[in-house]
Each structure stands twice: as structure tokens, then as C-alpha cells.
């Protein structure tokens, strides 16, 4: 009989972010995404940058999440992301910020000074973080999404 | 006997000093909050690698085929020992010291050699001419995540070169305010006897310990990126924890002396008055009997 639920952990260096009992998760992985749930083979892969969800009770949280690893087993999943953040500390004014400077630093394709993987990586953060953070419902209007404070 | 001039200096000198240790406490204790915090938030992390590399090295085939993974007999050691960056922190930099030299005899059979981390630790080594192999100063008073990934990336390459069969790391972990516990880890290689011993460190549940993973990409892309950064954290985490523990380690010691300045300061005023009482009543005396020898 295999259990029902598991533990997911995701940690970053500068803190832990979530720590739960959960009954499933869709974790993104380099190249896609997995969904996991308890009893799920050993598996061990290299993290991407995308949304992290998982359910718990009858609610579904979501997180962002980049780089780093991940373990999956039985009983306990580990995220070791490079950074993360729960959908309610995404600072949204900033991320737009992040993508409009990203979008135009690859829309001069011949300027010597940028860094193109370093740009493309920074796009990607900032729409992930807009992304999930539009699914969660919070308005993309500056001076909102500030739920840190 | 001491003039009441001699004690006033002696007080003002005192109070200088307690000024000092205040100040020196005060800045210590700013420091410390946010040397505590860092240390204290990478924790789930850096045990989190920990826990996964130990797992990951009881599954795979063959772990020796990665050159950070491989056992060899130990013959030559490398430990890193870390200090704090200044004195005036009570005991801090020589227990810490005493324990790696402690060490350094109990390895004394096989051929040790030292990467010294903080200047204390710098001083303490080149003073006794020891092998150094490396030194890093200016590290502890601010962890940094950099300056770790630089001696982390020594550390390997020492390794990977067969020029050390084993690493240890030694330094003061943060408890609390009061208290720092000494450590000494083997960072390299990692043991695997230990690992697959279901116990203690694989919590029961992760019983299916000899399947070996699926892998999303091939396992030595993976490890080459995993192994590393488990070097570089645990790393971070002894600068971290250190930082962390100095700074306590001066805060308490700054609070003590800033006391017994008190202390002193209270003693030497009560016996400055009594000095003084003593004057007046000589003179009083002085008086009377000169007035009476007069009348």
C-alpha cells in the first residue's frame, strides 16, 4: 500500500521556502515539467526555471523556481533551488522591470555588450515570476505585489 | 599611598576603556544579527545537499567514476581550518586553533597540509611554519558566497590532482550568543558505507535505498553540477557559521569587559573616597587640636 502523501521541501541558500505534507506536485525539471505524486520512483534531475505547484489539502499553491536540483523519493521530495519564491512574495513591479530591461537588451541584436545568455535567462525569470504570478490573480499594476512588506 | 589625583586618572583611564569594549560590543552585536541570519537561513539548504548527495552516492553504479567522489587510501589530508578574522573575542580563535592542532598530531602519520581561512588562523600557522597550502583572510567578517566558490574551486582542484586523498574542514559553529560548538567534517570524499546504512541518516521511510534513480539527463551531467556545489555550500556554511560565531563570541566577551570596567571603576571610587574621608579628618583633627593647643 503506498502512501498518499509525502513531504516537499524547497530550500534555497538564502532560506527555506516550503515545507509541507502534500498529495502532489508538478515540478520543473530541465526540459519539461513532472508531476509527482507519493510513491513515485527514486529520481534525481537538474531543475529548470518555471512554476513549481503542489496540492495540499483541497488547495493548489504555486511557487516560482530557478535552477539548482531535485530528488525525488518515496516518501519526500527536496527542491534545492537556486532561488524561489511562494506566488505572494513575487514582486511584480519589479520583474517588469526585469523583463522590459531583458527584452531590450536582445532587441539590439548587434551591440557587442550584451550578454545574450545572461539577457535570455533574465527574461525567462521575469516572465515565469509574471506568469505565475498572473495565474495567481495578482494585478500586474505597479505598487501591488508587494506582500513582503 | 595614592593622592586622590593618582585615582581620578586611574578612574578616567577605565572609563576609556569601557568605552571601547561598549562600542566594540555594540558593533558586534549589529554584525552578529545579520551573520546570524545568514548562517541560520542556509542551513535547510546546505543539509538539504548534504542529504541528497548521501542518498544519491548509495544509488548509483559507480560512484568512483567521478573524480570528487573517488576513495582513495588516506595518505595525504587537507584540512581547512578557520578562525576568526580579529582577537577580542574571548577563546574564540585559540580553541578553534587547539582543535585543529590537536588534529594535526592525531594525523601526524600521514602527510598534512593546511588551507588556513581568517588571519588568525594565517598568523597562527606561518608562526609555527607550517605547510600552507593556501590562505584566504578577510572571509569571516562577512560571509560571502564568492569568496567560498574561489576555495571551493581550490579544494577540487587539489583533490581532482591526487594531491589529497581526504578533506577535512575545522571551525566554530553558531549555537547562540553564548555558546559556539567546535566541529571538524569531512568534506572529501563522502563516505559511502555510511550512507547506505539505513539509520540514523536516511530517515526508515527511504527504504528502497539500493534502486537506483531514473534520471531526467545523464547521471554525469547531473553530478558534475551537484558535487561542486555541495563543495562550494558546505564551504559558504563554514564561513557562514564562523562569521556568525566570531561575532557572538566578540559580543559576549565586549559585555564582560564592559562589566568589569564597571567593576573596577566601583571599587577604585569607593576607595578614592575613603582616601579622601581620611584626608578630611586628618585636617579636621588638625584644626581642632591646633586650636585647642592655641586656646
Known amino acids: 500500500m503506498l502512501p498518499e502523501k509525502f513531504t516537499l521541501e524547497v530550500v534555497t541558500p538564502a532560506r527555506l521556502v516550503v515545507r509541507e505534507t502534500v498529495s502532489g506536485a508538478q515540478i520543473p525539471v530541465r526540459g519539461g515539467y513532472i508531476g509527482v505524486l507519493a510513491g513515485h520512483t527514486p529520481l534525481l534531475a537538474e531543475m529548470g526555471i518555471g512554476e513549481l505547484s503542489y496540492h495540499a489539502g483541497s488547495r493548489t499553491y504555486s511557487c516560482t523556481s530557478m535552477g539548482g536540483f531535485v530528488e525525488v523519493l518515496a516518501d519526500r521530495v527536496i527542491v534545492l533551488a537556486d532561488s524561489a519564491e511562494r506566488v505572494e512574495e513575487i514582486d511584480v513591479p519589479r520583474a517588469q522591470a526585469a523583463r522590459d530591461r531583458a527584452q531590450k537588451r536582445l532587441a539590439a541584436p ?6 545574450w545568455k545572461r539577457a535570455e535567462e533574465a527574461l525567462e525569470r521575469a516572465q515565469v515570476r509574471l506568469q505565475v ?17 | 599611598m595614592p593622592t586622590l589625583l593618582d585615582f581620578r586618572r586611574r578612574i578616567r583611564s577605565v572609563r576609556n576603556t569601557q568605552q571601547i569594549t561598549r562600542a566594540m560590543k555594540f558593533i558586534a552585536a549589529a554584525r552578529l544579527r545579520r551573520a546570524q541570519e545568514t548562517a541560520l537561513s542556509l542551513r535547510p539548504y546546505a543539509g538539504g545537499i548534504r542529504e541528497v548527495l548521501r542518498s544519491a552516492m548509495s544509488r548509483i553504479e559507480n560512484p568512483e567514476q ?4 573517488a576513495q582513495r587510501p588516506e595518505e595525504r589530508v587537507l584540512v581547512l581550518v578557520t578562525s576568526g578574522e580579529r582577537g577580542l573575542c574571548g577563546a574564540f580563535n585559540a580553541n578553534v586553533l587547539r582543535r585543529a592542532f590537536e588534529f594535526l598530531r592525531e594525523k601526524n602519520d600521514k602527510s598534512v597540509e593546511v588551507i588556513a581561512i581568517a588571519k588568525k588562523s594565517r598568523d597562527s600557522f606561518r608562526k609555527r611554519s607550517w605547510k600552507i597550502a593556501a590562505e584566504y583572510v578577510d572571509v569571516t567578517t562577512r560571509a560571502d558566497l564568492g569568496k567560498a566558490r574561489e576555495i571551493a574551486a581550490e579544494v577540487m582542484k587539489i583533490y581532482e590532482a591526487h594531491q589529497a586523498d581526504s578533506v577535512y574542514l575545522i571551525y566554530n559553529e553558531y549555537r547562540n550568543v553564548l555558546m559556539q560548538t567546535l566541529r571538524v567534517e569531512k568534506l572529501l570524499p563522502l563516505e559511502r558505507a555510511a550512507l547506505a546504512t539505513p539509520g540514523k541518516n536516511s530517515p526508515p521511510a527511504s527504504s528502497a535505498d539500493a534502486v537506483d534513480y531514473i534520471y531526467e539527463q545523464p547521471a554525469a551531467e547531473i553530478f558534475n553540477k551537484l558535487v561542486p556545489r555541495y563543495v562550494e555550500m558546505q564551504i559558504y556554511r563554514m564561513l557562514a557559521e564562523t562569521s556568525a560565531a566570531e561575532h557572538a563570541a566578540r559580543m559576549t566577551a565586549m559585555e564582560s569587559a564592559t562589566s568589569n570596567a564597571s567593576d573596577v571603576i566601583d571599587a577604585l571610587t569607593l576607595h578614592m573616597n575613603k582616601v579622601r574621608q581620611a584626608a578630611i579628618t586628618r585636617e579636621i583633627i588638625e584644626v581642632v587640636s591646633g586650636a585647642a593647643s592655641a586656646g
Open chain 1, 110 to 115: 548587434n551591440d557587442p555588450n550584451v550578454d
Open chain 2, 66 to 69: 567521478f573524480p570528487l567522489l
Open chain 1, 133 to 149: 504570478a498572473a495565474k495567481a490573480g495578482v494585478p500586474s499594476v505597479a505598487d501591488s505585489g508587494h506582500a513582503a512588506s
